[in-house]
């Protein structure tokens, strides 16, 4: 009997707790479903990378030089250039974002070893033709919703530097040595993918154009720099 008393007492108490909670429009349902969302919200909160603020990357890939072909007609009637005009390239990049989908970006870019090959009668010569540069660039950014991936496109300037060096140039091209240090700022233009990773990382791969670099005619000759790269990043 005590048991039984003991059982009606309690169910009255559940019964009069949802009557107070159904006169305030709320069921008990609704209740769990709202605390299960704010411990969502809160949750992918704490894990979202900051919108804003530092970011450092580090990317390989693959350079191409469209010569000025012109700038580079050197020797007697016999002689023949050729271009080698890709190569491995590498950089260093890091940027602030002012707000989440627009960033200032600052970074160095090697663009490898690349030659002009002449041979002649009197055999072959190399003209070695580095490309670098420093560079500044906006960048902005949309993301493809919650897919974690979002397009960029960055406009800047670069100061460029080309050195060009040659060897064994007076038995195959009939001119001195050369050997020329030469500066520039060139606009730069690129667009990419990018895609966040867990713990702050990211991958990014982008093409980058630099309009031209060097000087007209030699000892440096002009190029138009292009970049292929895929980069790690880190963001603060």
């Known amino acids: 009997m005590a048991h039984r008393t003991s059982t009606e007492i309690g169910s009255r ?3 009069n707790a949802r009557s107070r909670l159904s006169a305030a429009g709320v069921s008990l349902v609704q209740a769990a479903c709202f605390a299960g969302v704010l411990g969502c919200t809160g949750s992918a909160l704490a894990q979202s990378p900051s919108a804003t603020g530092w970011y450092t990357g580090f990317g390989l ?3 191409r030089l469209g010569f000025k072909t012109g700038d580079f007609s050197i020797g007697g009637a016999g002689t023949v250039a050729t271009f080698d005009d890709s190569n491995t390239a590498y950089r260093f990049f890091a940027g602030y974002r002012l707000l989440p989908w627009l960033a200032v970006e600052g970074g160095y870019d090697n663009l490898g070893n690349n030659a002009v090959i002449y041979t002649s009668g009197g ?3 190399r003209l070695a033709y580095k490309v670098d540069a420093v560079k500044l660039a906006g960048v902005g950014s949309i993301p493809f ?3 974690g991936f979002s397009a960029f496109g960055k406009v ?3 100061y460029t530097r080309v050195r060009a060096d040659s ?4 038995a195959v091209v009939g001119r001195a040595e050369l050997s020329e240090r030469d500066w520039k700022i060139s606009p730069v233009i690129g667009a990419g993918l990018q895609y ?3 713990r702050g990382l990211a991958l990014r791969a982008e093409y980058e154009q630099y309009n031209e670099v060097g000087d007209s005619p030699l000892p440096s000759g002009r190029a138009r720099a292009s970049l292929w790269s895929l980069s790690l990043m880190y963001l603060f």
């Open 13 to 15: 108490t559940i019964r």
């Open 123 to 125: 055999g072959s010569a």
């Open 61 to 63: 890939g693959q350079s």
């Open 145 to 147: 919703g919650n897919t």
């Open 196 to 198: 966040q990773l867990p």
């Open 156 to 158: 800047g300037f670069g």
């Open 167 to 170: 060897g064994n140039f007076p």
